[in-house]
């Protein structure tokens, strides 16, 4: 172990300087004490600084994603069947494009939470 003044590195809990410290209800708690203890963590705070630190934002719930594609595909066949009614074909044809380039990322990410 090393020892003040021999140079050698100190423990992770003494290069970390700062301390954080946050509110959450007592359902929040019981759900992190059981990840933390599911996990492969050392403790609470080892859980929460991975999670936190893990790289970039997370991504949206499946669930929301999902919607919004929905609605943007429903608002899509909207415009081509408005389209198709007044033959605008360049834009049409581009519509369609767009309408089938959306359904097939829907079954992907249903695909994708399915698995």
């Not at 059981?34 to 934002?57: E, F, S």
């Amino acid at each position: 172990m090393a020892r003040a003044g021999d140079g050698r590195p100190r423990s992770e809990a003494r290069r970390r300087l700062v301390i954080m410290r946050f509110r959450v209800s007592d359902d929040e708690h019981a759900r992190i004490r059981a990840a933390v203890t599911a996990g492969r963590h050392a403790g609470t705070a080892d859980y929460l600084r991975a999670r936190a630190l893990q790289g970039g934002p997370r991504p949206l719930p499946a669930s929301r994603l999902i919607g919004g594609l929905g609605q943007i595909a429903g608002r899509l066949a909207a415009i081509t069947r408005i389209v198709e009614e007044r033959g605008l074909d360049a834009i049409e044809t581009e519509a369609r494009e767009a309408k089938a380039a959306l359904a097939d990322c829907l079954r992907d990410v249903v695909a994708e939470q399915a698995e």
